[in-house]
């Protein structure tokens, strides 16, 4: 992805149907420290991204995720080695946010700063019509849990190693 070239970076359409069967996917699913630095193909990021926010149901912009109260304030950054993109599950494709190389920055663990790709999850809760604190932790916390299992899942069904810091490869 050249952010020199484009802001706005289509991406393929997601595979919706297919795939390796739930129960396969839940038996394999599980979190791995070990990722490689080689970028995930166009389909696969598409996929991964599809699986994790995407519209699954376009008449009502319904997403493969649940989110409370149909808020939506989770958004999913990209932390790469060519720069940091917002996906925009409305026309399915990357947003350019900055030409570095920042994933370093997005976790603790080491691995984080090359792994092929570290997904973040920000909260934007001028979304959220609640005005306890407390109330929005626990909404951006199980909607973000909602999109990470997504995330878990996907990365079982097509062999690639994941982990809550969100390395992924």
Request: glycine content about 8%; proline content about 5%.
């Amino acid at each position: 992805m050249d952010i020199e070239r484009t802001r706005r970076v289509p991406l393929p359409a997601p595979a919706t149907s297919g795939g390796m069967p739930l129960l396969s996917a839940l038996a394999r699913r599980h979190s791995t420290r070990v990722y490689t630095e080689r970028a995930l193909s166009p389909q696969l990021l598409s996929g991964l991204l599809w699986a994790a926010g995407g519209i699954n149901r376009p008449a009502t912009g319904g997403r493969t995720a649940p989110s409370a109260r149909n808020w939506h304030e989770i958004d999913i950054d990209v932390a790469a080695a060519d720069g940091a993109w917002r996906y925009e599950p409305e026309d399915h494709c990357l947003h350019a946010v900055l030409a570095s190389d920042v994933r370093a920055s997005t976790g603790l663990q080491e691995f984080v700063g090359t792994a092929a790709l570290d997904l973040v999850y920000v909260a934007d809760l001028s979304r959220m019509e609640v005005s306890d604190p407390l109330e929005r932790r626990f909404y951006c916390g199980a909607d973000a849990g909602a999109i990470a299992q997504n995330v878990y899942l996907f990365c079982a069904a097509e062999g690639l190693a994941t982990t809550n810091q969100r390395g992924v490869s």
